[in-house]
Antibody, heavy 121, light 106 residues
């Protein structure tokens, strides 16, 4: 069974960079049939896709966040990471990592439990 | 940018059929997925590729997608189905989620 687990600081100061890691077990981030994604959800609100990374290292980002986001693979640790720069209170949210099956109409089949990140001084 | 629109809330009586809609421009030309999110839990996939159910999802969940509307149907709705439901599709390598629908089983 595939499992994803988010980790990182739960509190980040405004203007700093948010850094999170997703640890994958039960699968390899180098297997070429999946994309690895980050999604966030502010309290009481809906889901917002942040971006994805493919096994080749190719990335796609939400246009609204593109200038501040970087997602990368850490293959030796079977992890992938998220960096979001110049954060503000609006970036406070529950952050999920998730796997997408690489097919036409790829679908999110496994999700992590989420990690709450608060942006505050 | 591409948008998916869902009704904020839907109510249904136990045992009846619940219908949750998702509207997007030419959505029928894309594949739609549906997620169930119960309070305090991560989203869970209930429908993918418009109509397919992942292993473990009850047969009472079904989906369709045509024209501008994708629909999630829950037949014989149970108390345990009370949750938020989100539709999702891809638009030019970008994942788009609907705003979510709160399903209340009265």
């Amino acid at each position: 069974q595939v499992q994803l687990q988010e980790s990182g600081p739960g509190l980040v100061k405004p203007s700093q960079t948010l850094s999170l890691t997703c640890s994958v077990s039960g699968d390899s981030v180098t297997r070429g049939t999946f994309y690895w994604n980050w999604i966030r959800q502010p309290a009481g609100k809906g889901l917002e896709w942040i971006g994805r990374v493919y096994t080749s290292g190719t990335t796609n980002y939400n246009p609204s966040l593109k200038s501040r986001v970087s997602i990368s693979l850490e293959t030796s640790k079977n992890q992938f990471s998220l960096k979001l720069s110049s954060v503000t209170a609006a970036d406070t949210a529950l952050y999920y990592c998730a796997r997408v099956v690489d097919s036409r109409g790829g679908y999110f089949d496994f999700w992590g439990q989420g990690i709450l990140v608060t942006v505050s001084s | 940018s591409y948008e998916l629109t869902q009704p904020p809330s839907v109510s249904v009586s136990p045992g009846q059929t619940a219908t949750v809609t998702c509207f997007g421009d030419n959505l029928g030309d894309k594949f739609a997925s549906w997620f169930q999110q119960k309070a305090g839990q991560s989203p869970a996939l209930v429908i993918y590729h418009d109509t397919k159910r992942p292993s473990g999802i009850p047969e009472r969940f079904s989906g369709s997608n045509s024209g501008n509307t994708a629909t999630l149907t829950i037949r014989g709705t149970q108390d345990m189905d009370e949750a938020d439901y989100y539709c999702q599709a891809w638009d030019r390598s970008t994942a788009v989620f609907g705003g979510g629908t709160r399903l209340t089983v009265l």
